[in-house]
């Protein structure tokens, strides 16, 4: 188990919990991603914003620190709401995606990126536009299922609900989104006794539009509950009509607006129980949507870690870039997946020149993503669903995930390349590929590599129940992973030198 010390594991896998508790959405997985690379002194850029981008350089007495929109004398408070690092920013899209990158000191137009991919998103049950329902006494919430998740894990859980809300200013009539969480369970879907179902340890596949209903309340307490009620009658708007009274008023008490003041809203339905180590050595991380907020947290580690020390970026001749995208579990293809325009349309920007009219072009060839996502840990209870040679366990490093039929887009290059990174970062490397008589799932590296002609590796830490609402894994892979992923930003550049990829 290299990478560090029990005690630097343990302190890695608790930012870790502390990470996925805050993201409950993948619009709370931004602004949380947001809020530490400001802290990093990352700068924010907007799209529809002309961008100065450039390399990081010495400012006053710092590698790289500016200190925007200030006069002499400074004060200590104006340093923490203006200070940032020259080369170092992100942009945002949908508020579910995000990309971070910090520019080397010695980059120039046409020079590659170094680039790491994870995605924000997680199995889960979301909250459809039209959800009002009720049936035999309840308040029920009508639920739409979201990507491939173990449903019948769902059941009997502590539930609520978190995302984001249209609101509108009645004054100003200007709309503005806000986050929403309710910590309290306030959901839950309930299984049928066995009783009642005398096979259901035989078979139990829940139908997804009949069984996964989540109740919110008896019709009896809410007609006693007065209070509750108002929002029936003080607005007959569009969401009002479409949402139950309860559920509307519990989120206006949330956002501290009137139930008039809600627009629209994308709710996930999440479980209140929070992450947590467990086993006998607390050796394990016990935690919903480590798919793919483990990748997530390390990438955006790794790269915040690579860029804060003085001169860290001094030597470096290509832009170090992590990309978090929404939508990888329904395939990629929205505005703000892995399929659409927006990596391509980041790298251009960054790459433009006008006097090197194809840098975009020539910086692709020397370019190199990780596609960050996890993989599967051999099961003890059923290894024979892993091919004998290629059973991840936990402990013993990273996985290197490999489909000749292009299901993963790792190459012989991009594993020799990693290997070496690995070896001198001293970070263990595993192998998965699947049986030739089982499907085999996909990330977001075959996107990437065939939309912009990437080198890819796909990697990613073993994990058990994945796509459950309650997953597994192990706290050395936290510190492995942003190790290896800290050595890729350092040494990809100048590894690649050296490199016959060509």
Same mark, same amino acid.
């Given at each position: 188990?290299?990478?560090?010390?029990?005690? @630097?594991?343990?302190?890695?896998?608790?930012?870790?919990?502390?990470?996925?508790?805050?993201?409950?959405?993948?619009?709370?997985? *931004?602004?949380?991603?947001?809020?530490?690379?400001?802290?990093?002194?990352?700068?924010?850029?907007?799209?529809?914003e002309h961008w100065d981008i450039q390399p990081d350089?010495?400012?006053?007495? %710092?590698?790289?620190?500016?200190?925007?929109?200030?006069?002499?004398?400074?004060?200590?408070?104006?340093?923490?709401?203006?200070?940032?690092?020259?080369?170092?920013?992100?942009?945002?899209?949908?508020?579910?995606?995000?990309?971070?990158?910090?520019? %080397?000191?010695?980059?120039?137009?046409?020079?590659?990126?170094?680039?790491?991919? @994870?995605?924000?998103?997680?199995?889960?049950?979301?909250?459809?536009?039209?959800?009002?329902?009720?049936?035999?006494?309840?308040?029920? *919430?009508?639920?739409?299922?979201?990507?491939?998740?173990?449903?019948?894990?769902?059941?009997?859980?502590?539930?609520?609900?978190?995302?984001?809300?249209?609101?509108?200013?009645?004054?100003?009539?200007?709309?503005?989104?806000?986050?929403?969480?309710?910590?309290?369970?306030?959901?839950?879907?309930?299984?049928?006794?066995?009783?009642?179902?005398?096979?259901?340890?035989?078979?139990?596949? /829940?139908? +997804?539009?009949?069984?996964? *209903?989540?109740?919110?309340?008896?019709?009896?307490?809410?007609? !006693?509950?007065?209070?509750?009620?108002?929002?029936?009658?003080?607005?007959?708007?569009?969401?009002?009509?479409?949402?139950?009274?309860?559920?509307?008023?519990?989120?206006?008490?949330?956002?501290? *607006?009137?139930?008039?003041?809600?627009?629209?809203?994308?709710?996930?339905?999440?479980?209140?129980?929070?992450?947590?180590?467990? %086993?006998?050595?607390?050796?394990?991380?016990?935690?919903?949507? !480590?798919?793919?907020? =483990?990748?997530?947290?390390? $990438?955006?580690?790794?790269?915040?870690?690579?860029?804060?020390?003085?001169?860290?970026?001094?030597?470096?001749?290509?832009?170090?870039?992590?990309?978090?995208?929404?939508?990888?579990?329904?395939?990629?293809?929205?505005?703000?997946? $892995?399929?659409?325009?927006?990596?391509?349309?980041?790298?251009?920007?960054?790459?433009?020149?006008?006097?090197?009219?194809?840098?975009?072009?020539? &910086?692709?060839?020397?370019?190199?993503?990780?596609? &960050?996502?996890?993989?599967?840990?051999?099961? /003890?209870?059923?290894?024979?669903? =892993?091919?004998?040679?290629?059973?991840?366990?936990?402990?013993? %490093?990273?996985?290197?995930?490999?489909?000749?039929?292009?299901?993963? &887009?790792?190459?012989?290059?991009?594993?020799?390349?990693?290997?070496?990174?690995?070896?001198?970062?001293?970070?263990?490397?595993?192998?998965?590929?699947?049986?030739?008589?089982?499907?085999?799932?996909? +990330?977001?590296?075959?996107?990437?590599?065939?939309?912009?002609?990437?080198?890819?590796?796909?990697?990613?830490?073993?994990?058990?129940?994945?796509?459950?609402?309650?997953?597994?894994?192990?706290?050395?892979g936290v510190l492995q992973s942003i190790t290896l992923?800290?050595?890729?930003?350092?040494?990809?550049?100048?590894?690649?030198?050296?490199?016959?990829?060509?």
């Amino acid at each position: 188990m290299q990478a560090g010390s029990k005690h @630097a594991v343990q302190a890695a896998a608790q930012e870790l919990l502390k990470f996925v508790n805050r993201g409950p959405s993948p619009y709370h997985v *931004v602004a949380e991603c947001r809020s530490r690379l400001l802290q990093a002194g990352f700068q924010e850029l907007k799209e529809t914003e002309h961008w100065d981008i450039q390399p990081d350089h010495k400012v006053g007495q %710092g590698s790289g620190c500016s200190m925007a929109g200030l006069s002499p004398p400074f004060h200590a408070t104006d340093l923490q709401l203006f200070y940032f690092c020259v080369g170092q920013y992100f942009v945002t899209r949908n508020f579910s995606t995000l990309i971070a990158f910090a520019v %080397g000191g010695q980059y120039q137009p046409g020079n590659g990126f170094s680039l790491i991919g @994870a995605h924000t998103d997680s199995p889960c049950l979301r909250v459809k536009r039209c959800s009002n329902r009720g049936h035999e006494g309840t308040v029920q *919430v009508g639920v739409e299922t979201y990507g491939g998740g173990i449903w019948n894990t769902w059941f009997d859980r502590d539930l609520s609900v978190a995302g984001r809300v249209i609101v509108k200013d009645l004054e100003t009539g200007r709309l503005e989104q806000r986050l929403v969480r309710v910590e309290h369970p306030i959901l839950r879907i309930p299984n049928l006794a066995i009783h009642l179902q005398h096979n259901v340890n035989e078979s139990f596949g /829940p139908n +997804t539009e009949n069984h996964l *209903v989540p109740i919110l309340a008896t019709e009896a307490q809410e007609a !006693l509950e007065k209070e509750v009620c108002k929002a029936e009658t003080s607005c007959a708007s569009s969401l009002q009509n479409r949402h139950s009274p309860v559920l509307v008023n519990l989120l206006c008490s949330q956002l501290k *607006v009137e139930p008039e003041q809600m627009i629209e809203m994308e709710l996930c339905l999440v479980d209140t129980q929070p992450p947590t180590l467990g %086993g006998a050595f607390n050796e394990f991380v016990f935690s919903p949507r !480590l798919d793919n907020l =483990h990748s997530c947290y390390c $990438a955006l580690q790794a790269l915040i870690e690579s860029s804060e020390r003085p001169g860290a970026l001094a030597q470096e001749s290509n832009v170090r870039l992590v990309a978090l995208y929404d939508n990888e579990e329904v395939g990629s293809e929205s505005a703000q997946g $892995a399929m659409s325009l927006l990596t391509e349309l980041v790298l251009r920007r960054i790459s433009a020149s006008p006097q090197n009219l194809t840098a975009f072009e020539e &910086a692709v060839a020397k370019s190199c993503m990780i596609s &960050a996502d996890m993989a599967h840990a051999v099961h /003890p209870n059923y290894a024979d669903k =892993h091919e004998k040679n290629h059973r991840p366990e936990f402990h013993k %490093g990273p996985t290197i995930k490999v489909n000749s039929n292009q299901r993963y &887009a790792s190459t012989a290059i991009t594993e020799a390349l990693i290997r070496e990174i690995a070896s001198r970062v001293d970070v263990p490397l595993q192998e998965f590929m699947v049986r030739n008589d089982s499907r085999c799932g996909t +990330t977001i590296g075959p996107i990437l590599a065939s939309r912009l002609g990437l080198r890819v590796l796909d990697i990613g830490c073993p994990q058990l129940a994945m796509h459950s609402i309650r997953e597994m894994c192990c706290t050395s892979g936290v510190l492995q992973s942003i190790t290896l992923f800290k050595g890729f930003f350092e040494l990809f550049s100048m590894l690649d030198q050296g490199l016959l990829s060509n």
